[in-house]
């Protein structure tokens, strides 16, 4: 397969590849779902994609688009990064990846509605009461307050790695404040902007659907 990419700019990757690598399989081979895009960043070049770059990083701070680390003294305000190159995930390891995120946001519905509720894991010893009543997060003027919908944790999302065994590890769970679904729209709108030759080829899940559902939690 590498034969029929141009080797200029795919030699210069290989070289610095020491671990699992998410575009080179086992054989040195670009993996199927990679290959279009490295022929289109091979038809743009590396000077190109370099001029690219800045245009991002003018577009987001024309956006004001900064992200704040709370446990650092310089912390806030810093300005967000958008890699021009996407991290793709092929179809079906996300199929799979979205299974699991389902049933953790399930799961964490679930010990929601337990807690401000009957309070079985409590009563049953499976999570300490020092865990929850000690915890400042532990909200008990909500105790026994219920939404209209049937789940109680109305916005969930977590942090990705890829692990040393080549599969997707959740890292953190984010429920307070998930404001990764903001990045990641600000991210796809510079990115069509900007770089909009990058869509050629690859199927992207849409957006929309989020901003739907954040418009009827809304409503309700």
């Known amino acids: 397969m590498i034969q029929d990419i141009s080797l200029g700019l795919l030699n210069s990757y290989k070289e610095a ?21 490295f022929d289109t ?19 987001l701070k024309e956006n004001g688009v900064t992200y704040n680390v709370y446990n650092s003294s310089n912390g806030m305000n810093r300005p967000w990064k958008l890699d021009p190159i996407p991290f ?7 199929e799979t990846i979205e299974k699991g995120i389902k049933q953790r946001a399930h799961l964490l519905d679930l010990i929601l509605k337990d807690l401000y509720g009957p309070q079985l894991l409590i ?8 865990l929850v009543f000690d915890n400042s997060g ?5 105790f026994d307050i219920k939404q209209k919908q049937n789940h109680q944790l109305l916005l969930y999302a977590c942090d990705l790695a890829r692990g040393p065994d080549g599969k997707m590890w959740l890292l953190d769970n984010r429920i307070q404040s998930p404001s990764g679904s903001g990045y990641a729209l600000e991210n796809r709108i510079v990115m069509s902007k900007v770089f909009p030759e990058l869509n050629k080829n690859i ?17 309700l």
């Open 17 to 37: 590849i020491n671990s699992y690598d998410e575009v080179i399989d086992q054989n040195g081979d670009v993996k199927p779902y990679w290959k279009n895009l």
């Open 41 to 59: 960043l091979e038809s743009i070049g590396m000077e190109k994609l370099e001029v690219l770059n800045h245009e991002i990083i003018k577009k």
């Open 88 to 94: 793709l995930i092929h179809q079906s390891e996300w």
């Open 123 to 130: 009563k049953n010893g499976i999570i300490p009461a020092e």
């Open 138 to 142: 532990f909200l008990l003027p909500c």
């Open 203 to 219: 199927f992207r899940s849409k957006l929309s659907p989020i901003s739907i559902i954040y418009k009827k939690l809304l409503t």
